[in-house]
């Protein structure tokens, strides 16, 4: 049964239930009142509201581009509906950049989102393709680990050399979410996998399937994709049933944000998690 507010619990394989929440990633886009999704005029002090009568969940895009701070944190839950979770994206100073005070940076951010507190649903770790699985990576994202515990964390690998049922089991160990990704069928790419290893939680991130415009280096033409309701629909009955088996609790995001698509792109996948296709 669907809940109005973007949220949907179905019954799953060994006769539990798992809620599953749909969203997009970030949701202050200004082309998105361009493109119809928010009405004309809206200001981005309120687009947030108008976000959440859609969606159930948000996974905060800016928290990558700069260090989140506990004031502003703390304006933006205030304001937002009681029924909206977060995620919230690591600070790229410490999963593409690596440079500085690792300790530092952790104690900042930890202590710039915490005014989320309950709500926060996952810390999204999302590493980058040149983010190899060696001796040195793996220390260094163990570390990382380490420096997050005991928040609820999921990470995204962007590059294959990690697939190993080595790092599944670490996960697994430690209770943090491996992230289920969508996105183009290129070489080297980290591919679609329905391996749970939090039975907490599952976390899909659509990035859509724009094979030219992946590697171009324009994030416009890289997340430029509209996923019809049929490419959403074969996408669940191949993996989601697994997911849902296996976790209380889901976040599925899209990533697709050029012209608005992420947003209806959700609000499609809704209609076909309850059932309402049109």
């Known amino acids: 049964m669907g809940a109005p ?3 949907v619990t179905v ?11 749909v969203g997009t990633c970030g949701y202050s886009y200004r082309e998105w009142v361009d493109c119809g999704f928010y009405p004309a005029g809206t200001a981005s ?47 790229r ?10 300790d530092r940076q952790m104690q900042l951010y930890r202590k710039g ?17 040149d983010f190899h699985r060696t001796t040195e990576n793996r220390h260094y994202l163990a570390t990382l680990l380490d420096g997050l515990a005991p928040l609820p964390v999921a990470v995204e690998f962007r590059h294959d050399s990690w697939v190993a049922d080595s ?23 980290f591919p679609t996998l329905d391996v749970v290893t939090n039975p ?36 669940c009955d191949t993996w989601l049933r697994k997911l849902t088996s296996q976790a209380g609790q889901g976040m599925m995001f899209f990533n697709n944000h050029v012209a608005a698509q992420a947003p209806r792109n959700g609000q499609a996948l809704l209609r076909i998690l309850q059932g309402t296709r049109r």
């Not at 019954?11 to 929440?21: D, E, F, K, Q």
């Not at 094979?211 to 509209?226: E, I, P, T």
């Open 11 to 21: 019954a799953n394989s060994v006769g539990g239930r798992c809620t599953i929440h």
């Open 200 to 235: 907490d939680l599952f976390y899909v991130r659509f990035h859509g399937r724009n094979v030219r415009g992946w590697r171009s280096g324009n994030m416009q033409k890289k997340f430029d994709h509209n996923y019809i309701e049929d490419e959403l629909q074969q996408w």
């Open 167 to 189: 790092v599944f089991a670490e996960l697994e160990r430690r209770r943090l979410t491996l992230v289920t990704v969508d996105e183009p069928d290129l070489p080297g790419l």
């Open 113 to 129: 989102i915490e005014p989320l507190a309950e709500r926060l649903i996952a810390v999204l770790v999302q590493l980058p393709p």
């Open 5 to 7: 507010e973007g949220r």
């Open 93 to 102: 100073t410490m999963t593409h950049e690596r440079g500085g005070d690792l």
């Open 45 to 91: 002090g309120d687009m947030l509201g108008l976000y959440a009568a859609s969606f159930s969940a948000v996974e905060l895009n800016y928290t990558w581009y700069q260090m989140p701070r506990a004031e502003a944190v703390s304006r933006m839950v205030n304001s937002a509906p009681a029924h909206l979770r977060f995620a919230a994206k690591l600070t």
